[in-house]
């Protein structure tokens, strides 16, 4: 069950919009909905959502301008709607901040199972603070209890996605993980193939946490094999 989790969908299709509300509802979420990107903002601010459906296309302010407002003042979970097709969508609305994305026309149980994941995501984030340690790398500090992440002891704001692929990398520390590996210990197991998030994700937590994002010291790539945190004696 949800135990009412909170939803924002913001599609300025009737269609959609209600289709989606309706097996949100049948699954118990708490469901709010808006028709174009302004009123998606306005009512993040005001009611803090557990987590938002946000199209791409839509009058007044489209999902990408939507969602990187959104990323100005929170980091609430949120899934992009993208048209059939369009991967310039998908990437594009990824690096505005989004965790995720569903491709339009979409079944219920693949919205619900999208919905599920993002928000066991944003869970664990919660769940897994009570008994790990202070990570030290370089500049870059993790505190693991308090899910915060310092650069220069200037706090990193990051989203339920970024913490959750950093803390993986920094938890097994030395260790090559592949991207099928990140890719179900991060997102879940239907996501093993799914590269594209994958890369999005990183390159935008590179761009947040390293002081020279195209010569990364934090997470760094083995070319064919996958990706790590090297231990600081490491050479670089």
């Known amino acids: 069950m949800s135990e009412n989790k909170s939803v924002l969908v913001v599609d300025d299709d009737p269609r959609y919009l209600r289709l989606v509300e309706v097996n949100l509802m049948a699954e118990e979420y708490d469901v709010r909905t808006a028709m174009n990107g302004q009123e998606a903002v306005e009512t993040v601010a005001a009611k803090q959502p557990d987590l938002i459906l946000l199209d791409v296309m839509m009058p007044i302010m489209d999902g990408f301008t939507a969602c990187e407002r959104i990323r100005e003042f929170s980091n609430v979970p949120i899934i992009i709607l993208t048209a059939k097709g369009e991967e310039r969508d998908r990437v594009r609305g990824l690096d505005a901040g989004a965790d995720d994305y569903i491709v339009k026309p979409f079944s219920a149980q693949e919205l619900l199972a999208r919905v599920r994941a993002v928000l066991r995501r944003a869970e664990r984030q919660m769940d897994d603070q009570y008994h790990k340690p202070i990570v030290d790398h370089y500049e870059l500090k993790l505190d693991l209890a308090r899910a915060q992440v310092y650069s220069n002891d200037e706090e990193v704001s990051l989203t339920a996605t970024e913490y959750r692929l ?26 093993r193939d799914d590269k594209e998030i994958l890369w999005v994700c990183l390159s935008r937590l590179r761009q947040k946490i390293e002081p020279d994002p195209k010569n990364p010291i934090h997470i760094v790539t083995r070319q064919g094999l996958g990706y790590l945190m090297p231990p600081i004696e490491d050479e670089m």
Request: charged fraction near 15%.
């Open 166 to 191: 950093l803390q993986t990398l920094a938890t097994t520390m030395g260790r090559v993980l592949t991207p099928e590996e990140l890719l179900a210990s991060v997102w879940g197991t239907e996501y």
